[in-house]
């Protein structure tokens, strides 16, 4: 327990390394920064140290060597293990660091203080693990020295004794083992071309949000009184616990909503807020069965903070989005309404809906050239009448004491709004003879354009759509094939998917650059270890097997593949190559003193038992409250628990058993070992 305790030490102190780092980059304490951290994975730098010093008293036996001797040792001999296996743990939060946008401003944060934390750990388990060994350990010594005799009663030494024999079995079935990873590697990534993919899991923020569209030209009062109408639905709902509406735009125009738009937000009975999202889900299709009622009103169903998040980053508040750019509106809007039709009929989708560019009421009056200039009338006259009797054109001023107050000459509604009173207005010829308006001009009453949305110069029609019971990427993949089939763009137009799937491709193809690389740092790292090449691949075979298990994790909990599984992936990484590195570090030691290579093989395995199988519960363990959790927010962060837990029982079993039996294949050239067990001799004892 007293070793236990030198490894709890560390835990505070390597946080207030991962503080420093947070400071240093100006990075608040949340839930991706602080929560993130795994407790296990920081602490398997000194897992590792004083393992090996509690192994190197328990093989004293009743030689009489100074503690201080034997822990000095010990350091030494895993010393540079522990050095590359911690930084090749942080060579693979490097792609996290490169992260752009809002998958940056995520895990950025996670990144930097799990490095700064890592930093802290190698120093602790360098230079003060051994020195608090030489305390805690200190009445150990004799106690492992006189009991050196009973130690293989344990419980471990039990454990160790049928991991060998397993071990031994598994060397006459070599081939079958060989067959046997190479089939689950093979079987693991082909199944990910069957896992949904998605950017993030979507956040269960215990509200919601439905945003209503109405008939555009719509008044005022009629708006007002079917908002009410709509909250009056919501609110027959007994999980409702309150609804606001907000119609129209804000004062300082932060969002561009008309009066035939409006919000409202919905809060919930805290009984229904704790409730899982698939309830919501049920909840949200019955009130949406239930607002369909209401005539001439769409709807948009979602979160508070997730639609302002799409709206910020994306420009639109769906989870997928077809932008089509051309230079005419009204081929827009046709191409607009073929697509909707199509992204409808996808299995998934759910409120697809078109962004509105037609749809206000307008009185177009075209003047007949022709026919004014036979009646003598100037365009211009006909322009100016319209211009007066609308109220566009000040026709005088009031002064009022200090105050002016323009004065302008409006038709009365029933006028203004009606083409066939409107024709019957007269104009005076310069003979004197007088006209009607409809006999020099065409007036009729259109629908015009609400808004005309533009991006990087360049018109576009936006539409929208949610996906429900169904992952991302196959719902566009879907998509595209369809449109693709039967959307047939005219010259000079274009298509551009966005959304949440634009955040998706983003990240996916900045981890695509940085991935090799961060595989190219930990090869560099790993040659650097052993200074050769053979045992670099046969490290880097762990990465692959490692993937097994984080893909099996992910299909038994019915999760997709997503940025947060993918920092998983990255994390697991490391783990894994640390628990090769420590037992192929000790193998090595043993051919240099002289060891046959099959006994080397078998006593390096048995010797490491205990710290990969510490290394790997111990960092599983630390991240099973983030597998588990249900609190808000636990949803970004459950994928990257799983990912790492199920990978670490799969790169854990298959590091004890195909690691061993690959080292024969690669192991290095018997002169280069004779060179270095000639060149690394320290004071009797062979340098890792």
Same mark, same amino acid.
């Given at each position: ?208 949000? @439905? ?54 937000? @919905? ?45 910020? @980053? ?119 003879? &007088? ?86 740092? @930990? ?35 019915? &999760? ?129």
């Amino acid at each position: 327990w007293r070793a236990a305790l030198v490894v709890a030490f560390t835990i505070p102190l390597s946080l207030l390394f991962g503080f420093f780092g947070m400071q240093m980059f100006g990075i608040s304490v949340n839930l991706m920064s602080l929560g993130a951290i795994d407790f296990g994975t920081i602490v398997d730098g000194s897992v590792v140290m004083v393992e090996n010093c509690m192994h190197r008293l328990e093989s004293n036996g009743n030689r009489k060597l100074n503690l201080i001797e034997i822990i000095r040792g010990a350091a030494h001999e895993v010393a540079r293990p522990i050095v590359f296996g911690v930084l090749i743990i942080i060579s693979v939060y490097l792609p996290i660091l490169t992260l752009q946008s809002l998958e940056g401003r995520m895990f950025r944060p996670m990144a930097v203080t799990v490095v700064s934390a890592l930093l802290g750990s190698l120093f602790l388990a360098l230079f003060v693990v051994p020195v608090l060994c030489t305390v805690a350990l200190r009445h150990r010594a004799g106690v492992l020295a006189l009991k050196h005799g009973h130690l293989e009663q344990r419980w471990f030494e039990k454990l160790k004794a049928r991991y060998l024999s397993s071990l031994v079995r598994a060397e006459h079935h070599r081939k079958l083992i060989y067959i046997a990873a190479i089939a689950l590697v093979a079987v693991a990534l082909l199944s990910l071309k069957f896992i949904g993919t998605e950017f993030m899991p979507t956040l269960d923020e215990g509200s919601m949000i @439905i945003t209503s569209k109405k008939l555009p030209g719509i008044s005022l009062t009629e708006s007002i009184r079917i908002g009410k109408e709509i909250e009056r639905t919501i609110m027959s709902f007994p999980e409702v616990a309150g609804v606001v509406t907000k119609l129209g735009r804000p004062d300082l125009a932060t969002e561009a909503m008309g009066e035939y738009e409006s919000d409202s937000y @919905i809060t919930f009975t805290p009984k229904v807020r704790d409730e899982s999202p698939a309830k919501k889900e049920e909840l949200a299709k019955r009130m949406e069965a239930a607002l369909d009622k209401i005539p001439g009103v769409s709807y948009e169903l979602t979160q508070p903070m997730q639609m302002r998040m799409d709206e910020t @980053i994306t420009g639109t508040r769906g989870d997928v989005a077809l932008k089509i750019f051309g230079p005419d509106l009204d081929t827009l809007e046709q191409l607009g309404k073929q697509a909707r039709k199509i992204i409808g009929s996808i299995r998934g989708a759910s409120q697809t809906q078109m962004e509105l560019l037609s749809g206000a009421a307008e009185l177009q009056v075209d003047v007949n050239r022709t026919a004014a200039a036979r009646y003598g009338v100037n365009v211009s006259d006909v322009q100016e009448i319209i211009e007066n009797l609308y109220g566009s054109r000040q026709i005088s001023e009031m002064i009022e004491g200090e105050q002016r107050f323009p004065i302008a000459l409006r038709l009365p509604a029933n006028l203004r709004n009606n083409p066939e009173e409107l024709s019957s207005l007269q104009l005076k010829t310069p003979s004197g003879a &007088m006209v009607r308006l409809d006999q020099v001009a065409t007036i009729r009453q259109v629908r015009g354009p609400i808004i005309i949305g533009r991006e990087q110069a360049r018109r576009r029609i936006v539409v929208m759509s949610n996906v429900s019971d169904r992952d991302l990427g196959s719902f566009v993949n879907d998509s595209k094939a369809a449109i693709s089939r039967q959307l047939h763009l005219p010259a000079g137009y274009r298509l551009e998917w966005g959304g949440q799937y634009e955040n998706q491709q983003r990240a996916q193809a900045r981890l695509a650059i940085m991935l090799p690389i961060s595989i190219l740092i @930990i090869a560099g790292l790993l040659y650097a270890t052993f200074q050769n090449v053979r045992q670099m691949f046969l490290i880097l075979l762990i990465v692959p097997l490692a993937l097994v298990g984080g893909i099996g994790a992910l299909w038994m909990r019915g &999760m997709n593949l997503n940025l947060s599984a993918s920092v998983g992936f990255i994390a697991l990484f490391g783990i894994a190559v640390l628990n090769g590195v420590v037992m192929v570090s000790h193998i090595n030691s043993l051919r240099e003193s002289g060891c046959p290579e099959e006994e080397a093989i078998r006593k390096g395995a048995s010797d490491r038992l205990r710290p990969v199988l510490i290394t790997a519960l111990v960092a599983s363990l630390g991240f099973i409250p983030m597998a588990v959790s249900t609190s808000r927010g636990a949803e970004v962060q459950r994928p990257l628990a799983t990912v790492v837990i199920g990978g670490l029982f799969s790169a854990t079993a298959l590091t004890l058993y195909v690691l061993p039996l690959l080292y024969s294949t690669f192991r290095p050239r018997a002169e280069k070992i004779e060179e270095e067990s000639e060149s690394y001799q320290l004071e009797g004892m062979p340098r890792t």
